[in-house]
């Protein structure tokens, strides 16, 4: 356990050491942050209104409401990205083959490559909730830190199979990821991200309902702006632990028959 | 009957291959038993792309590209500390055979083993004991320096900081990339990637390196050093057993005990330089190559090495 927690190390500083070499990166993304907030208020200025609140999970303001489903779904989209992100960018710098001849495994390989991304994500969304605290008077005062930390790692875990599933089409097909787009798509419109589900049809709040991202979703918002403890998002963290614990081996073994695949074809650095 | 060093044993081998005309598959070499200690055991090994279907599969096969046969069948070994050449035209199968025993690609039938290490049973222990170099530039994070890059490599192949550290300024040493190593990758020449590339495949001391066209890269002079190099920190160490493929002629009369020719992903002939000058009736190495693949008639052919 040491051996592999020192090999995801390696791989979280050996991309911190070539985050580090652009300088100027983190500046410009915190700058970047602070425009979409600033987007975020003013239209929540525009619209908000008492019966609009009446109709959000915890009777926020709009402007609370919209910037949690919009950083959460940037934190979604890094949890289905980074690995074939990093498993493309592997295969078109010539680093994979020699990955693949060192002595680490597989999984750790896969994993390590999505910690930094994973991280960078964390601190992008603490920039974008810090402007908004700061600047347009977002409410974090009652705010269960521990519980938001929980729903974000059981968010990790359970869209990180999504993401395997990717990097797993990727080594298989090369380009793209209808599945992938499909989801994102899908939560963006049936998970509550900018609106209620409540105003959506029928048929897609079922769809909302069977979408681990609404309860992701509406657990954070409830950690975050309600200051909802453990009692109160178990139901949502559950549903998160059981996907994780569904689709992470699965997705595992996906990776495993597709990598198989490529070195059969020998098409593993074709691009 | 003429013989050629196969391994350590000594192996018959079919004078019928002075001929100009082709070997068919019932004149190569017969090699059939093994040499137990050998760093490298290639065994009847075939690969075709993509895979010959079975069963329903093959409903599927006339929709699918035709299968490619980029090994038909290749035996071979490596004696400890030994280097042998892979040459061969362009596709002939080189490559394919050393991503086999790097274990980056599968074969369709037959075994590859290194250091004893069966490549698709027991693909970490064969790892363990390689170090592979594919000789391009391409293969390292180009924004960290040498140093960054080198330990990064050594930590994944289970080399503790402190190990690292000291092995890392060894062949900084032994490389002469003393200057090079903490500059960012992207800023090295190519002749000094080639060098690093070699250091990063030596870091966890492999008993066998495999090297796949080393000089392809590189001009002239930088392919001449590289060679040079080659031959004074690697094989005159006598620590490591080299398998490289290589279409520089010079580069294989300098560097291997013996020769394996291969072609259309067969095993034509393989011994020393004078062993395949002998036994073809050729002069150079460049003239036996032609007769053992019947292109000397047609000398100008395009699959002609260098």
Known sequence: MTGTLRELWLFFRRDLSIARTYRTAFLFEAIEALFGVALFYYVARFVDSPQLRQTLPQRESYFAFSLIGFIFLDYLNAAIDSFDRSLMEAR?????????????????????????????????????????????????????????????????????GLGILSASYLLLFKRGNPAKWFFLG???????????????????QLVARLNPVTYALDAMRAALVGGAGFHAVWQPLLVLLLFAAVLLPLSMIVFGRALRRTKTNGTLMHR | MNRIRFGTRVVPISCAFCSSSRLSSGRRHAISSQVPDAAISVEALQKSFPPARSGWRTLLQPFEKPTVFALGGITFEVAPCEAVALLGANGAGKSTLLR???????????????????????????????GYHAGSDAGFYARLTCRENLRFFAGLNQI??????????????????????????????????????????????????????????LDAIGAAEFRRFLKTEILRRGETTLLFASHALSEIELLADRIAVIDAGRLLACGSLAELKQVTGAASLEDAFLRLTGRSHSVAAEGAPE
């Open chain 1, 92 to 160: 078109d710098s010539g680093t994979l083959e020699h990955l693949l001849v060192t002595q680490t495994s597989l999984p750790v390989i896969l994993a390590g490559s999505a910690i930094y991304p994973f991280a960078a994500s964390t601190l992008r969304i603490g920039v974008y909730i810090a402007w908004a605290a700061v600047l347009f008077g977002f409410p974090l005062g009652g705010a269960n830190w521990l519980a938001v930390a929980s729903v974000l790692l059981a968010t990790l875990l359970a869209f990180s």
């Open chain 2, 160 to 217: 503790s900081g402190a190990a690292a550290a000291q092995r890392i300024t060894q062949l900084a040493e032994q490389f002469h990339l003393g200057e090079s190593l903490d500059r960012q990758v992207r800023t090295l020449s190519s002749g000094t990637l080639q060098r690093l590339s070699l250091a990063r495949a030596l870091l966890h001391q492999p008993r066998v390196l495999l090297l796949d066209e080393p000089t392809r890269s």
């Open chain 2, 100 to 130: 086999i025993l790097a274990t980056l690609i599968l074969p369709t039938n037959g075994r590859a083993r290194i250091a004893g290490y069966d490549a698709v049973r027991d693909p970490r222990a064969v790892r363990r004991h390689l």
């Open chain 1, 186 to 204: 899908l939560s963006s419109l049936a998970g509550g991200m900018l609106f209620p589900v409540s105003i959506l049809p029928d048929w897609l």
